[in-house]
């Protein structure tokens, strides 16, 4: 399973930018896929996860609170990519951010459902 994400970087706060993801070594159709981050400071901890959206196979999305309205994740079965537009965005949305793949089709809110994640991309908000 390999998972690898781009697009990161540096913007000011109400900037955007778009993530992605290539994704290979599975069978992509058959896995959820989601981002996650991380804050800096607390390291690749439980605590200090939390996912920012998921898209299953059928191109279904969920996303967290913060993120509504704002990023749009979606997901190319032909390419195998998963993309996210973030818009708008906050300082509190800097972070790593991980694309990773859940255990079976279905997603799940839960973090630790996620067992591959990539190296991940920095995404820096400030002004």
């Known amino acids: 399973v390999r998972l690898m994400e781009t697009g990161g970087g540096s913007v000011q706060p109400g900037g955007s930018l778009r993530l992605s993801c290539a994704a290979s070594g599975f069978d992509y159709e058959a896995y959820c896929l989601a981002w996650l981050r991380q804050i800096p400071e607390s390291g690749r901890e439980e605590s200090g996860r939390?996912?920012?959206?998921?898209?299953?196979?059928?191109?279904?999305?969920r996303y967290t609170a913060s993120a509504k309205g704002r990023f749009t994740a979606s997901r190319d079965n032909a390419e195998h990519t998963l993309s996210l537009q973030m818009n708008n965005l906050r300082p509190e949305d800097t972070a790593m951010y991980y694309c990773a793949r859940g255990q079976a089709r279905v997603c799940s809110s839960q973090t630790s459902y996620y067992d591959f994640w990539g190296e991940g991309t920095q995404v820096t908000v400030s002004s």
């Open positions: 939390e996912l920012v959206a998921y898209v299953d196979p059928d191109g279904h999305t």
